[in-house]
Nanobody, 127 residues
Framework: EVQLVESGGGEVQPGGALTLSCTVP????????FMWFRRPPGKYREGLLC????????RYHDSIKGRFSISRDDAKNTLYLRLNDLTPNDTATYYC????????????????????WGKGTLVTISS
């Protein structure tokens, strides 16, 4: 069982920035593809960004273009999501997810290829 633990959420003002972390203890971290998702209040889950085990990355939501970025540190078993220039529309619970190792799973906006999910961390943008 792969466990994912998100952290770094909080309340920030519009225009602010945050870095979210997703730690995956005890795993062969480098063998996994990961994604970040979010669920705004009262809305469906949205796929945001992918970091594949192959090194490829992907973006699945136009509103985050140029503002959000995904990165990973395989030595630290940690996935990151950098959020810049935040707006109230970015208010959501943010989740990280992992596919099965290597080709057992895939990145997609729906999250259908993800197998393991964190519990989420809340990000609130408010003045």
């Amino acid at each position: 069982e792969v466990q994912l633990v998100e952290s770094g959420g909080g309340e920030v003002q519009p225009g602010g920035a945050l870095t979210l972390s997703c730690t995956v203890p005890g795993s062969s971290f480098g063998d996994y593809s990961f994604m970040w998702f979010r669920r705004p209040p009262g809305k469906y889950r949205e796929g945001l960004l992918c970091s594949a085990w192959s090194g490829a990355t992907g973006r699945y939501h136009d509103s985050i273009k140029g503002r959000f970025s995904i990165s990973r540190d395989d030595a630290k078993n940690t996935l990151y999501l950098r959020l810049n220039d935040l707006t109230p529309n970015d208010t959501a619970t943010y989740y990280c997810a992992a596919a099965g190792p290597r080709n057992e799973g895939y990145c997609s906006a729906s999250g259908a290829g993800m197998k393991y999910w964190g519990k989420g961390t809340l990000v609130t943008i408010s003045s």
